[in-house]
């Protein structure tokens, strides 16, 4: 994969935290129009890894780029053409879920209408709905849709259907195949394995820090010589997903 072909670069990233070793070496090139899947137990490092790449931390050591603009000294560019949604949002607890949403789409020249957002996510009936009194599960699909307003060309999505009931979890999966068709390049960490199987195009399996395989869905069960990509995880890493996180 040459630079021009490439969407998001991470080469040999690192980061500590005072004694611990968040992400010890980690590198990932993921093409326009991809979606790569990101697994790992807790303490891997895909949040800290996804965070460096996003620009909300700065690296020890490598270098990042996301559509070649570099995340810290290019960050107002960026932020124009990345979206990010993290596990935990942090948003005026006052505000309605209308008022964020007209909020966030006043930061972007060509933001995405508002009723197309929210009924996106299954949150037309909560717009009048002040944020505090969303549950986990609204908060989430909330924080999604704010990810996506300014029409990114690439969006990072951290745990996207934690919390989410078997109906909304289909309709985020809708949500990032539309993604897909409209060419936007995603990285996607998760732990739910159907999730991967069904949108990632291929997956980085993240260990202690650092990156273990990289491969598509298939190709890491014919490696690992497993019928399921849960086995094939616990073949790679020595660890089962599901009990570890």
């Keep these: 994969m040459t630079s021009s072909e490439t969407a998001v670069l991470a080469e040999n990233l690192a980061k500590s935290y005072r004694h611990v070793q968040a992400v010890a070496q980690v590198s990932l090139r993921v093409a326009p129009g991809e979606t790569m899947g990101i ?15 996003a620009g909300l931390r700065v690296p020890d050591r490598g270098q990042v780029r996301v559509l070649g603009l570099d995340p810290r000294r290019d960050r107002a560019r960026l932020r124009q053409v990345l979206g990010v949604q993290l596990q935990d949002a942090y948003l005026h607890h006052a505000l309605r879920v209308s008022e964020l949403v ?9 933001p995405r209408p508002a009723d197309e957002l929210l009924e996106l996510v299954d949150l037309t009936r909560q717009r009048r709905t002040i944020f505090e009194k ?7 699909r909330l924080s999604i849709a704010l990810a996506l307003v300014g029409r990114p060309r690439v969006a990072i999505l951290d745990e996207l259907t934690t919390g ?5 979890r289909r309709r985020m999966w809708s949500a990032i195949e539309q993604l897909k ?3 936007v390049t995603v990285l996607l960490v998760s732990h739910a394995m159907e999730e991967v199987e069904r949108l990632c195009d ?11 395989a990289v491969d598509t869905p298939a190709g890491l069960r014919a490696r690992a010589g497993t019928d399921t990509l849960d086995d094939a995880f616990v073949t790679l890493t020595g660890k089962d997903l599901e009990e570890a996180t």
């Design 102 to 110: 007209e909020l966030y789409r006043s930061f972007y020249p060509d």
């Design 202 to 212: 291929r997956v980085a399996v993240l260990d202690a820090g650092r990156v273990v």
């Design 164 to 168: 989410l009931d078997p109906a909304a």
């Design 181 to 183: 068709s409209e060419a």
């Design 134 to 140: 969303l549950s986990g599960g609204q908060k989430q």
């Design 39 to 53: 697994l790992g137990t807790n303490g891997a490092g895909k949040t800290t890894t996804i965070e460096m790449i």
